[in-house]
Structure formats: structure tokens, C-alpha cells
């Protein structure tokens, strides 16, 4: 069994439970992924290798496609066409402004490397303000309370979105950066609040 059937059955158990779960999914590699910049709400491109792993991705997620109880994705280019590279399809995506990138303001673009200490050394921790943009609990209520209106009880509900989004949500469970490109984790939420509870799995993008 290789990792993308693994994966598969890991979310097939999710959709036979009696459970709220997010699935989130980071998209493919960009060229700011590769030159380690701060893309945020810039909609820069997916490389060569960030449309390959998104096809990949297609051996978990598309034949389940049809089974999600709801499938949303950042509007941004390297976000929503991972998920149609995924799906096989965007007819079941819902695009929101709302599952976006941390706004990075004054360091949009800016590149995360030790050079830079005021970014470097700040970045994912929860003392990060970003000059003129959002901190981190700022992206992870903005992405919460869209999610909170669209879940409508018991179900798995796909989101593709970003690094940053997803370290946000995670940073609880002990992260202390963002996720490889393409790989997913399953977050159970609790049913009366809404408010996320448990990592059910995390599973990392293979190297192809």
C-alpha cells in the first residue's frame, strides 16, 4: 500500500464516523515556496513540481470527492487549482476571499531567511504582528468564522488553503511551522461549539 491509498482509507473511516472534521490541505509548490518568500495574499503561480503534486493528490481525493460535506478553497490561483488538480474537477469547490494567506502587509514578498532577524525570529510564534496586516490569531478567527457558517452538522469538509492558514489552527498541537506542500491534516471539531478539539492525523506529501 503506497501513501496515497493510505491516505484514502484514513479519510474513508473519517467519512463513515459520526463526527465534525476539517481536512485542510496546503497547496502545491510556488516559486515564493522555493524562494522562501512571503507570497501572502500575492497570487503567484505553481511551479512544474506544485501541478504535479496536486495530480498526485487525485489518487486519494477524487474518487471520494462526491462523499465531502463540503469542499471550499482559498480563491487564490495556487490554492483553487490544486484543489481542481485533486478533485478532478472544481464543479464541487466553494472559492472564498476568507480562506486566504496571512495578510503579511509591509512584509509581503519579503524572504523569510535568518538574514532577516526582525521576520526570522518572530514568524511562528504567537508575538508575530505583520506591519499593516493580520497576526496569526486574526487568520485563524477569520478562517474559523467562515468555516463556522458553512458547516451544516456531521461531516468531512475539504479545505484547500495555505501555509500560514493552516499553521494558525494547528500552532495548538504543538507546530512550529507550516506543513509540507500538499500534505493534509485532519481536525476533529466539536459539535455544540464549533471549536477545533483534536488532530485526528497528519499526513505528509511524499517525496516524488
Same mark, same amino acid.
Given at each position: ?139 485563524? +478567527? ?34 512550529? +511551522? ?31
Amino acid at each position: 500500500m503506497d501513501k496515497f491509498d493510505s491516505l484514502k482509507m484514513d479519510i474513508q473511516k473519517l467519512l463513515d464516523s459520526d463526527k465534525i472534521v476539517l481536512i485542510l490541505i496546503r497547496h502545491g509548490e510556488t516559486e515564493a515556496n522555493f524562494t522562501k518568500q512571503l507570497s501572502g495574499w500575492h497570487d503567484v503561480k505553481l511551479t512544474e513540481q506544485g501541478l504535479k503534486e496536486g495530480k498526485e493528490l487525485s489518487k486519494a481525493f477524487q474518487i471520494l470527492r462526491d462523499r465531502f460535506s463540503g469542499i471550499y478553497s482559498s480563491d487564490l490561483s495556487r490554492a483553487r487549482i490544486t484543489a481542481e488538480l485533486a478533485l478532478g474537477s472544481g464543479e464541487k469547490i466553494q472559492i472564498s476571499t476568507e480562506l486566504r494567506e496571512l495578510n503579511f502587509g509591509d512584509h509581503q514578498n519579503k524572504v523569510y531567511s535568518s538574514e532577516n532577524k526582525s521576520i526570522y525570529e518572530t514568524l511562528f510564534t504567537m508575538k508575530y504582528q505583520a506591519p499593516n496586516g493580520e497576526n496569526w490569531n486574526d487568520l485563524k +478567527n477569520r478562517i474559523m468564522n467562515y468555516l463556522k457558517q458553512q458547516i451544516k452538522g456531521k461531516g468531512v469538509y475539504l479545505i484547500f488553503t495555505h501555509g500560514g492558514a493552516i499553521f494558525s489552527l494547528t500552532n495548538q498541537f504543538g507546530y512550529t +511551522n507550516t506543513i509540507k506542500n500538499c500534505s493534509c491534516i485532519g481536525l476533529e471539531l466539536d459539535c455544540n461549539t464549533l471549536e477545533i478539539v483534536n488532530q485526528l492525523f497528519y499526513w505528509e506529501f511524499p517525496t516524488l
